[in-house]
């Protein structure tokens, strides 16, 4: 612990150093993080809430970063107290741009491995990502304590991967804190202090922005140039908007206000916005009277890569789906949305995300925090198509895919990473090709672990590729992926029709060779889930006007109760009474009835049950 | 009679009916209906309340119930006055079970007398029983035409032994003509019931039932598809995959075929499940619960509808008995269904009738779905444009379905 500590604003570059600590979920970054939390002195033991940094209660009960927090420790090392400034870094794959955004505010990183499982392929791109922003590497193993951990093999994994002797691994425990000390002081001996110019105009990097309910938005900030002071005006440099700091300070954890930050300094800035879009990551602060020229660069408006339609299942919750989802956007500048209207299942949004997880987080958000019970559509791509007319169109939805003859169709490509041991190379082979990928290149990282590349559509990862990766891996493979380019497909819409009618929730753009087998998985499905009408209902599929599957349910014959005399008469009311209750629940696709049940399980990708 | 008895209101036990009954009575029919819950033995289908000797414990006896449902009678005649219910004559009177034949012809006579003292019959009053091709006799059957019955309903189930067997029904088959020439010899009116639909029964099973049935030329047939309920052998059979459960397209199919061949023998449909030679062999005693007449049902688990009013005895023959000597009401619960419930039951009761519903008496939006309805064959498109809702012979098959609609639910 240090026993005086460097004071924020006044702090010579040369005593800070920026890191942050690459991991993958699970592997114990947060335990590890908390320890350094309680070594250094910021938060007393009595006062540690384990995973400290890990804010929302999602985060918690999936045991996963979503949203990074900067921490500034005291350490002193050789009689010289520094400022350790700990930025944490998202851990999921759908957030890699706000993980390079972290990476570019730190001068180092701490690679911390699971003793006893390996590196994993989130974290192999994301260490990627670090050695490309140039930052030192401190390779560490963590769970040394773990019966089953093999410090020494992961260390001549992590040896071989960054290019240093297995020695030079360090081995700590965050749960005993065996090593964390050490670890800390190798933080300040091996990576460089930042480095900036003091007397030139403010530039400061915004590498997390949070919606806070009381504070309105707060900013995470790096600062590279100059300095930023209390009250004085600042400027947005990807948008000119002009805002005033109303505070500035440094978390540690609990916010400090300071009289500003400095050069290499990490902080936060409040302005009194209220939107996370008005302070965007990846931007350039600077200041509005005395301007700096040139941005820091680097930045990139947030890309939605996977699109669904989100419906209320009642459909009275709409104005409150959309509030929910106003509120979500004011912290997540990636979230967008816009109405859309189902045949099928009424009002409800379409929504962006920046990948599966994203969906998946924001929809038990809206489920967990605001009471919202959700039917949520397939996830799909965004696919850009030129119909006859030659005129490029953006799809988002497969409602929008243009009728008639179709020139081109342009689906998103990803550079995908997948860890598995040797064994598996066959099963993840065969899986990549029957999704369309195309393999790229073959590593072993060590003797039994192999690193595989694939180009791969988006669109055949977005639905349960991971799944059916963790399956025939016996849940040993690791993935990564990010977007790469996109590629000319003959792609086509699979639409499905309930007695001719059309139901747009169920339509899918499939690539021509699993058209069919799309249509006949979801025609065999509907059939086991709408009961019997009064009149045949054939459930077709179709691309176009060609029909590819039928299916058909038959007509009921008989609904009627053989005997209503006096006795039965009450018992047979309340039946009829019941009906009605169950009726509300049914959606009509043109004269079908349809039960909410049906869609729900249509478009989840278990198997039905039995009607 | 379903042994289930519905939820409702608790009922007081004085018995007495709400003033506004006497004014909905006015204008009604008053029938009588005799629960008497006795079986030989239970049949494997049956979730009726009734008791084989052995089920029915001590405290009751087939021996005192003659003696015990009459005293509900003089009940009834006392609660009916005390509530201003208009005194009418009654209309028809229907003995049904368990087995009423069960009981000695002259218990059953002394229950009628009963009613008789009471209330006295209109003239050409309909009195009907129940009864097994068994439980009767040249004798029984003519003691009870003495005693003013004009009619019987034999459960013949059907002609077919394998069939029987399933049902767990133990009459022989070949009984059923014999009892048939009795009752006519009797001067009684003959209904039989037949049960369609049981498991393993075959088309051509049925095709032997139907033309047995009318082999032994009845006045009037009724048809019921087998209705597997909770708690009976038979669906602890099915559970166990030991019988085939039953099937709707097979019910269907059956219907279809009974339907028509009744029509070739001269038989027409009067209600879903209710054949008759023609409209003066109907159950008027059957018409009255579809079309909103007033009855009072005694004995165990028997239900009652007395100017809106609905209610239902307590169940068990012995509890029921306790009531009767304590001098009380025999009525477990009872409802006095709202406008909207009313509605809901004329329309279901009504529409079950080939003398229909009038559209005029729907709600707007069930008038708009007729022109549905005749597109889809479910209604009689002629009889709709006069203004009255029949159904055709699908649209029997599917009244549910079409209560929904003229309900707009």
């Known amino acids: 612990m240090a026993r005086t500590a460097p004071v924020p604003a006044a702090t010579e570059p040369s005593l800070i150093r920026n890191f942050c600590i690459i991991a993958h979920i699970d592997h114990g970054k947060s335990t590890l993080a908390d320890r350094m939390l309680q070594l250094t002195g910021v938060v007393a033991a009595r006062d540690m809430k384990a995973q400290y940094l890990d804010r929302m209660d999602i985060e918690r009960e999936r045991g996963i970063t979503i949203k990074s927090q900067a921490v500034r420790m005291p350490w002193e090392v050789d009689g010289v107290s520094y400022a350790l400034n700990m930025i944490d870094t998202p851990g999921h794959v759908d957030f890699t741009y706000e993980v390079s955004r972290s990476l570019a505010a730190c001068e180092g990183a701490i690679l911390l491995v699971d003793a006893a499982q390996g590196i994993e392929a989130q974290t192999l791109a994301n260490l990627y990502l670090a050695i490309e922003s140039d930052l030192n590497i401190i390779p560490v193993l963590n769970k040394i304590d773990l019966p089953n951990a093999q410090p020494e093999k992961y260390a001549e994994e992590l040896a071989g991967l960054i290019g240093c002797e297995p020695e030079e691994v360090l081995k700590v425990s965050g749960k005993t804190g065996e090593g964390v000390e050490a670890l800390l002081d190798e933080v300040i001996r091996q990576l460089p202090a930042p480095t900036g110019q003091a007397d030139a105009p403010a530039r400061a990097m915004i590498f997390d922005s949070v919606y806070d309910t009381y504070r309105g938005v707060v900013t995470y900030v790096r600062v590279v140039d100059g300095n930023l002071r209390p009250r004085e005006r600042v400027q947005m440099m990807s948008t000119g908007s002009t805002h005033e700091l109303l505070e500035i300070g440094v978390s540690s954890p609990n916010p400090v206000p300071t009289k500003g930050l400095g050069v290499g300094e990490v902080g936060y800035l409040i302005t009194g916005v209220k939107d996370v879009r008005q302070s965007k990551v990846g931007d350039t602060v600077t200041n509005s009277v005395k301007p700096a020229t040139e941005s820091l660069g680097g930045y990139e408006e947030p890309k939605p890569m996977v699109f669904s339609g989100l419906y209320p299942l009642d459909g009275t919750d709409y104005p409150a789906l959309r509030d929910a989802l106003d509120k979500l956007q004011l912290n997540d500048a990636a979230l967008i949305y816009e109405p859309e209207t189902s045949v099928a299942l009424g009002f409800g949004f379409r929504v962006g995300f920046l990948g599966l997880l994203h969906l998946e987080i924001t929809r038990q958000r809206l489920e967990s925090e605001f009471n919202l019970d959700l039917i949520s559509t397939a996830p799909n791509v965004v696919y850009e198509v030129m119909g006859e007319d030659k005129q490029m169109i953006t799809v988002t939805n497969p409602s929008e895919f243009p009728d008639g003859k179709i020139l081109e169709v342009h689906e998103p490509m990803v550079a995908a990473t997948i860890l598995a041991p040797s064994e598996f190379i066959g099963a993840v082979m065969e899986l990549c090709q029957n999704r369309r990928g195309t393999l790229r290149g073959m590593d072993y990282l060590s003797e039994d672990r192999v690193e595989m590349r694939y180009h791969l559509p988006l669109a055949e990862i977005v639905f349960d590729f991971f799944d059916h990766l963790k399956s025939r891996t016996r849940g040993y493979a690791s993935l990564d992926w990010k977007a790469d380019g996109e590629q000319v497909a003959d792609l086509v819409k699979v639409d499905i029709l309930l007695q001719g009618d059309q139901v747009d929730a169920f339509s899918a753009i499939t690539h021509r060779d699993k058209a069919y087998s799309y249509g006949t998985m979801m025609t065999g499905k509907l059939r086991e889930l709408i009961p019997r009408q009064q009149f045949e209902v054939p459930i077709q599929a179709a691309i176009g006007s060609r029909i590819i599957a039928r299916e058909n349910i038959r007509a009921i014959r008989k609904d009627v109760l053989a005997k209503c005399y006096g006795g039965d008469i009450s018992r047979k009311r309340k039946l009829l009474e019941k009906q009605k209750e169950g009726k509300k629940r049914m959606k009509m696709v043109g004269r079908v009835e349809v039960p909410q049940e049906a869609f729900i399980a249509a478009l989840s990708t278990e198997e039905p049950k039995k009607k | ?409």
Not at chain 2, 135 to 150: H, N, Q, R
């Open chain 2, 1 to 409: 009679m379903p042994a289930v008895l519905p939820d409702g209101d608790p009922a007081p036990a004085d018995g007495l009916l709400p003033a506004s009954c006497a004014h909905e009575a006015a204008g009604r029919s008053m029938s009588f209906y005799v629960h008497i819950p006795f079986c030989s033995v239970r049949c494997g289908y049956c979730d009726f309340n009734t008791y084989t000797a052995t089920e029915l414990g001590s405290g009751a006896t087939q021996a005192s119930y003659a003696a015990t449902v009459s005293r509900e009678i003089d009940f009834a005649r006392q609660v009916l006055d005390s509530s201003g219910i208009p005194d009418r004559r009654i209309d028809t009177v229907f003995f049904g079970g368990g087995t009423p034949t069960l009981l000695p012809a002259a218990d059953l006579a002394r229950v009628l007398g009963r009613i008789k003292t009471n209330f006295g019959l209109v003239p050409g009053a309909e009195v009907t029983t129940e009864a097994n091709p068994d439980s009767v006799s040249s004798e029984s059957l003519a003691e009870l035409a003495a005693a003013g019955f004009t009619r019987v309903s034999f459960g013949m189930q059907s002609a077919v032994p394998h069939v029987l067997k399933v049902l767990d029904r133990t009459h022989n088959p070949e009984r059923v003509p014999q009892a048939v020439a009795w009752a006519r010899e009797a001067g009684l009116e003959v209904s039989v019931d037949l049960i369609y639909g049981t498991p393993g029964e075959s088309l051509a099973d049925w095709r032997t039932s139907v033309e047995a049935a009318l082999g032994y030329n009845p006045d009037h047939i009724s048809a019921y598809a087998l209705i597997i309920e909770d708690g009976t052998k038979l669906a602890a059979q099915i559970r166990r995959g030991q019988v085939p459960d039953i099937d709707d397209d097979d019910h269907a199919e059956k219907y279809q075929l009974a339907d028509e061949l009744f029509a070739a023998a001269g038989f027409s449909w009067y209600e879903v499940s209710n054949w008759s030679r023609g409209p003066r062999h109907a159950c008027r005693h059957n018409l009255a619960y579809w079309q909103g007449g007033d009855w009072w049902g005694a004995g165990p688990g028997a239900h009652s509808h007395v100017g809106g009013l609905r209610w239902w005895n307590v169940k068990h023959p012995a509890a029921y008995q306790q009531r009767i000597d304590a001098g009380i009401s025999p009525s477990a619960g009872r409802e006095f269904p709202d406008a909207q419930a009313v509605q809901l039951e004329r329309t279901m009761l009504l529409t079950r009738l080939n003398t229909g519903m009038q559209v005029s008496e729907l709600e707007p939006a069930g008038r708009k779905a007729v022109a549905g309805l005749i597109a889809d064959q479910l209604v009689e498109p002629g009889q709709a444009l006069a203004g009255t809702i029949v159904l055709t012979q699908r649209g029997r098959l599917l009244a549910d379905l079409v209560v929904r609609e003229l309900l707009d639910f």
